[in-house]
């Protein structure tokens, strides 16, 4: 081979050192802020109590206790010494996972300052973290589902909204919840279907599509609400799914609660985020998705057919939608309210692109989301000053950041949201 | 013997436009037949019928004496036809492997991807035609070159005995398109056949076993090259005598206009693009700055007219600092600037004519009066523009988007020179133009330049590089390499040093002709 074309291409070196100020000067005020915020007001000695078990389980653990003010001062010590090596020299590749380090740093003081004095049972919160995580995922996975075929899907809170209303009507009339989660499923894949039409076939724009979309789901669902399951009650009371644990697993101390005792769409989700992943990268059905997802023009001239893909992976993420739906309803309130979904849908979407479009990501996002939530009403409990609004608004705030390229640029699908149009 | 595969009274109609008019073509087995055309001459249509992209409204396609219908691609790809795009169907996220199998994928277990199987598969294909490329690499960290030479890999991964290559050599240095060539007539001797289509009358004389020239969607006739030359071709291209070599009158280099020092600047994705780069342009001469497209030419051309934001280093405007200097003082200093992407930096497609004319200047006089605007003489001026340029256009009110390219080039060309400049800075001012235009806008080019205005020529049209430039300076991979003059500028020494080649050792490649390749 001439040495003219080499296979080798050097990579132009980043030149703007900005980034890695910013992380540095970041870690650093992480750092600050656990000092000057939260050790005034703290005296010597204080310990907090953190429970590993909850009251139910047969193994009971002893809780862990950790000094309040030692401990806050060595992680604040911590961050300061992490800001600094990133300021004089940086941490190259391995930036991000020092900053979730400190992230991590930093929520662990926040848990050690809101419960000094008191007691926080970790297991519950970890527990309620999980559950509250279920919609989001879902609805992450939905638009991922979408996306990577080169569709953008915004409606899938109306998705979610209408299966949730489906469910408790259907499950209400036949007493089946099995029955009910089947309608909505099929409530998300129709609607999803008419998304398609609309931008595969008529190319609508597909923000446009999809908000229509979200309007007609809210109008239909609390107008029927009104007017039947409100009124009715036999209308509005479905069976539930309750907790199903799974034997010997949920004996496991710490996890076993968390992860096994859980009702079934805490397992229908992990199972889907690992099968859409082996799905989605390790097979013909996943490679050609993401292929007419990144360039469907390629894929056209290889003797993909692009419209039939896209239609499949639209109704698909609606299905996954509506089944997420059907949570609200079937595995949590056993009752449908008005706009119950509360943009769970839109901040799956917020998970899907923190989550880089990778189902483990936005498993990962839908935690920390989750967590701010479970967060917000332990607080309330435990008494502290903080409104529990500002906390739910921290994910969002990390969302902002991730959008703006400052922890690595989040790339969606190349062909994402623009219609194909064949020649 | 029946010919692999034969066209017969193919023609296509679109709105307003009889794209192919009847046209015949043969192809034998193991022949290279080249498909000559300017832009817009009907070649990519023919092919994206054959291809199935596109339906023809009449005639037949015959493949090995049997008549085929081809609705799609993959009916192609079942008939043994391949093509290689202009604009390559590659994944940049997706590794070569998957690329190459993406529709046609090996798999275990019936539908769990099998890469360690397609890519044995990739490494015999490659070794067997000589295509060195790394199955694994990601098509985004590979260069144009390489990224051909996978496409190729896909056809042939699908067994296709029929290739056909469209403007293969448009992203290539002059190495790369020798190396293309070589594994081309490995191609033939292997048993395959392969049209090429190219609008380059020199790499067609070299490389093919036929010539068809078509113009205006019709086959004015086909020659072996032996039978032919540049001349000849390019007459039956155009459809009258074209003038290929430019008069150009040695220059007279007077003061310098423009002078670059140290010029630091980078990329959309904040990664260094240009890197120290500093030269100088004077007065009456055009310096050309040759290189394989993505080095750095695109943000230079940028940064030097006020686009992008410099990071470091100066630039100098007849003795008066512009370094980040808005674009409306640069302009008013007297630079004239035809743009790389001209439909979407040099116009505005949707306004007519007569208002692309004005860009630069409608806020002062003769074209406003303080907030008013002076329809009437804006209007004469374009008309006169129009007239003088020789823009094809129904009148100075249609809109631009419905001109050719050629004459939406002229547009800017037009606003560009009919002002006082001093300094031109012209960016692929002839890319994807007819023959006509381009001869037409190197001769208005050429005319400034003995106005004694001082040229800035950036484009990876080597050919045209060395025909217009007093100076040529060569960029790779964000830096000057060399600024080397007219007269030792050649073809050879000028593609090596594209290709990254450091300036001593292209010299003494080039002195112990012919090149090395492969």
């Known amino acids: ?423 | 013997m029946t010919p692999i595969l034969e066209l017969r009274g193919i023609t296509k109609r679109f709105p307003g436009v009889l794209a192919n008019d009847h046209i015949n073509l043969t192809l034998e087995k193991g022949q290279i037949h080249a498909l000559l055309g300017e832009n817009g001459a009907g070649k990519t249509t023919l092919m994206n019928i054959l291809y199935g992209l596109y339906q023809p409204d009449e005639g037949e396609i015959f493949i090995n004496g049997k008549k085929v219908i081809i609705h799609s691609p993959a009916d192609a790809i079942a008939q043994g036809i391949g093509m290689v795009h202009q604009h390559f169907m590659l994944i940049p996220v997706f590794t070569v492997t998957e690329n190459v199998m993406l529709g046609e994928e090996s798999t275990r277990f019936d539908g769990f991807l099998d890469r360690e199987q397609a890519a044995a598969r990739v490494r015999a294909i490659s070794e067997q035609y000589g295509l060195a490329v790394d199955p694994e690499a990601y098509i985004k960290d590979l260069p144009v070159g390489v990224q051909q030479r996978v496409e190729i890999i896909k056809l042939l991964y699908r067994k296709a005995d029929i290739l056909i290559l469209d403007e293969p050599t448009a992203v290539l240095t002059p190495q790369e398109v020798e190396e293309l060539f070589g594994i081309m007539r490995s191609l033939v001797e292997q048993g395959k056949s392969i049209i090429f289509i190219s609008h380059k009358l020199r790499e067609v004389l070299e490389i093919a076993d036929l010539i068809t020239v078509i113009r205006r969607g019709r086959v004015v006739g086909s020659v072996r090259p032996e039978e032919a030359d540049q001349y000849r071709l390019a007459s039956m291209m155009v459809g009258r005598d074209v003038q290929l070599e430019l008069e150009r009158p040695p220059s007279e280099p007077g003061e310098p206009v423009l002078e670059v020092e140290n010029l630091l600047v980078a990329d959309e994705l904040g990664q260094l693009a240009v890197d120290h780069v500093s030269f100088d342009v004077r007065s009456g001469e055009i310096l050309g700055i040759a290189g394989v497209q993505g080095n750095g030419q695109t943000e230079l051309i940028e940064a030097i007219t006020g686009h992008r934001h410099i990071l470091e280093g100066r630039v100098r405007l007849l003795g008066q600092d512009v370094t980040n200097a808005p674009p409306r003082i640069i302009t008013e200093l007297g630079t004239g600037y035809i743009p790389e992407d001209r439909q979407r930096d040099g116009l505005v497609l949707a306004f007519p004519v007569m208002d692309n004319l004005i860009l630069r200047t409608y806020y002062k006089p003769p074209f406003a009066r303080g907030r008013r605007m002076e329809w009437e003489v804006i209007r004469q001026h374009a008309e006169a523009l129009v007239k003088q340029y020789d823009i094809r256009t129904p009148s100075a009110l249609s809109l631009c988007s419905t001109l050719s390219g050629g004459n939406q080039q002229k547009v800017i060309v037009a606003r560009e020179l009919s002002r006082p400049i001093r300094l031109l800075v012209a960016a692929q001012p002839t890319r994807g133009l007819d023959v006509g235009s381009i001869e037409y806008i190197h001769q208005q080019i050429l005319e400034k330049r003995s106005q004694g205005v001082a040229v800035l020529l950036a484009s990876t049209e080597l050919d045209e590089i060395l025909q217009l430039s007093d100076r040529v300076a060569v960029m790779y991979r964000g830096q000057i390499v060399a600024i080397v003059p007219a007269a030792e500028a050649t073809k050879d020494y000028i593609g090596l040093l594209m290709a990254g080649v450091p300036a001593e050792e292209a010299r003494q490649r080039v002195r112990r002709k012919p090149v090395e390749i492969g």
């Open chain 1, 1 to 423: 081979m001439a040495t003219t074309t080499s296979a080798f291409h050097r990579k132009i070196e980043v030149v703007s050192p900005t980034r890695q100020r910013v992380m540095g000067i970041l870690f650093i005020l992480l750092g600050l802020i656990l000092v000057f915020f939260f050790t005034p007001g703290l005296s010597q000695g204080q310990i907090t109590t953190f429970g590993l078990s909850l009251a139910t389980s047969d193994i009971q653990l002893p809780p862990w206790q950790v000094h309040t003010l030692p401990t806050l001062y060595g992680l604040a010590v911590a961050s300061a010494i992490l800001g600094g090596i990133q300021l004089a020299r940086g941490f190259g590749r391995y930036t991000n996972w020092v900053l979730g380090l400190v992230v991590g740093f930093f929520i662990f003081g926040f848990l050690v300052w809101a419960a000094a004095g008191k007691s926080l049972n970790l297991v519950g919160m970890f527990n309620t973290t999980l559950s509250r995580s279920v919609p989001i995922t879902l609805g992450a996975l939905s638009g991922i589902l979408c996306e990577r075929s080169g569709v953008v899907n915004i409606a899938i809170e109306g998705m979610m909204l209408t299966g949730a209303m489906v469910s408790a009507l259907v499950g209400s009339i036949t007493q089946n919840a099995w029955l009910g989660l089947l309608a909505a499923i099929l409530a998300g894949a129709l609607l999803a279907l008419v998304h398609a039409v609309l931008s595969i076939k008529y190319k609508t724009n597909q923000i446009v599509s999809g908000t229509v979309i979200n309007i007609f789901a809210t109008g239909l669902t609390s107008y029927i609400s009104a007017k039947f399951l409100q009124v009715n009650q036999a209308l509005n009371n479905p069976p539930t799914f309750g907790g199903t644990p799974i034997p010997l697993l949920s004996e496991i101390p710490i996890l076993g609660p968390v992860l096994f005792n859980n009702s079934i769409f805490v397992y229908v989700m992990f199972i889907l985020l690992f099968v859409l992943n082996v799905a989605l990268f390790q097979t013909r059905w996943g490679l050609r998705l993401r292929a007419v997802g990144e360039h469907p023009k390629a894929a056209d001239t290889l003797g993909i057919d692009v419209f039939k893909t896209r239609y499949m992976a639209v109704v698909l993420g609606g299905m996954v939608a509506g089944f997420a739906g059907g949570y609200f309803t079937l595995g949590s309130a056993g009752r449908f309210d008005e706009v119950m979904t509360a943009g769970r849908g839109f901040i799956g979407l917020a998970a899907m692109i923190f989550g880089n479009w990778n189902p483990f990501g936005a498993f990962g996002a839908g935690l920390l989301f989750g967590f701010a939530d479970a967060l917000a009403s332990r607080l309330a409990i435990l008494g502290i000053a903080i409104p529990s609004q500002f906390l739910l608004m921290a994910p969002y705030i990390a969302t902002m950041i991730v959008l703006a390229g400052v922890i690595g640029r989040a790339r969606p699908p190349a062909a994402d949201g623009i219609p194909y149009e064949k020649e």
